[in-house]
């Protein structure tokens, strides 16, 4: 099962994470990678140097950031593969942090599982054969 751990938060666009944090953070990554569980891990700018797209009924509209509600933006994600929820969660449970001036009082890791198409039962069968035929392509098949 494929999970990603959204981590929430909006950093300061001059605030860079601390030489201990990106060694903390190393370390966590390796222990991921060295349990086998970690596909990819990444962390975001902040939000001033992003963008919204929004499509509603009058159309798609683009907002600049920075945005305001920073326990609703992201400030990095990890996609692990792990055997059940359970395991997701003890993963977010164990990401480096300490309530500090620097991060803030809080961080927020929420868990969420990616879905597969086999997790849908209507899903047609050239729908089916073009994403498997998708993910070859981005995995560097033909």
């Excluded at 751990?5 to 001059?14: C, E, Q, R, S």
């Excluded at 990095?76 to 792990?82: A, D």
């Amino acid at each position: 099962m494929r999970f990603m751990l959204l981590l929430k938060g909006d950093a300061p666009p001059d605030q860079m994470p601390s030489p201990e944090m990106f060694e903390a953070m190393d370390r966590y990554n390796r222990e991921l990678s060295d349990a086998g569980a970690l596909l990819v891990a990444e962390g975001l700018l902040a939000s001033a140097t992003g963008a919204r797209v929004i499509h509603d009924t009058n159309g798609v509209h683009v907002s600049d950031g920075p945005f305001t509600e920073t326990k609703e933006l992201l400030a990095g994600f990890w996609m692990i593969q792990v055997a059940s929820r359970e395991e997701a969660v003890e993963w977010a449970r164990r990401v480096p942090f300490e309530p500090n001036e620097e991060y803030g009082p809080e961080m927020v890791i929420e868990v969420r599982q990616v879905a597969e198409l086999t997790d849908f039962d209507n899903v047609p069968e050239a729908v089916r054969q073009s994403e498997a035929q998708m993910r070859a392509k981005a995995a560097g098949g033909s």
